[in-house]
């Protein structure tokens, strides 16, 4: 009997796991190096022969099938899965559900301005329940789609195939170019974390404003690493690049941490302040 992984961490290692793994070692096939005999051989396994000076190997070639096959079903595939069911198959409900998400943002936007007080505020919600009948996401979409759409704003429902796409161009793809950890490589991923960060700063997909901020510190970590790299390729080093990347790598995860910190700082705070008003009270 084969065990079954717990309904949480299926999909989190299904798509942030198994996908860009698998998506790697299929592009890898294309990846191979030449021998000093005029042979080509696989650049992650140099036991599997790719070519010789007669043509390509037979073996070689039934495995670049069943990679392409593959590539097709895996890594084309699961975004094309994903596309069918946001913009085809559930699309009138994920359109629903974002269009009351803008509601409950410019409501929320209409008492901040009007500085409406907590009855104001319900009472302008029952009005807009009456004209606009409130829907759950356990009503209109299965459950493999809401796993898909969690974490996310609805206006952003679709972003998930752009994590995906994400994944395979920042570390699938570059398995396929000839020198591993070179120039190219480290080119094609500033290029990636570029569009990338720039991505998530005008979209700003998720729910909660931290995770947005941590993500695009991710992005911007991954981005001074590539940098970090291509300096210590200059020959002679230059001691005040070295220096700055080095901070720059040492502040960006304590900036990480300074959000956390500050909300729950915030919340204390908040906390006593809330304390001292119930005491006061009990004391008048």
Known sequence: ????????????????????????????????????????????????????????????????????????????????????????????????????????????????????????KAHLKDQQALNCPRVTKEELLPPYVQKLTDGYEYRTYWFEIFEMLRKVLLVGVPAMFPERGGNMQLVWGLLVCFITFGMYMMWAPFIKDSDDHLQQLAQLQIFISLVASLSLRATPPDPLMSGLVSALLFIVPLLGLAGPIYRQVKKVEACRKKCTDVKMAITV
């Open 1 to 120: 009997m084969i065990p079954r992984l717990p309904a949480v961490l299926s999909p989190f290692v299904d798509r942030f796991l198994l996908y860009p793994g698998i998506a790697t070692k299929l592009l890898s096939m294309f990846n191979c190096v030449e021998a000093g005999d005029g042979s080509e051989y696989m650049r992650v396994d140099l036991s599997l022969r790719c070519s010789s000076p007669d043509g390509p190997d037979r073996l070689y070639v039934f495995y670049t099938a069943f990679a392409i096959i593959m590539i097709i079903l895996h890594v084309i595939g699961y975004p094309a899965v994903y596309a069918y069911l946001f913009f085809r198959r559930h699309r009138i409900e994920l359109v629903l559900l974002r269009q009351q998400e803008i509601l409950d943002a410019h409501l929320e936007e209409v008492a901040i301005m009007e500085k409406l007080s907590e009855e104001e």
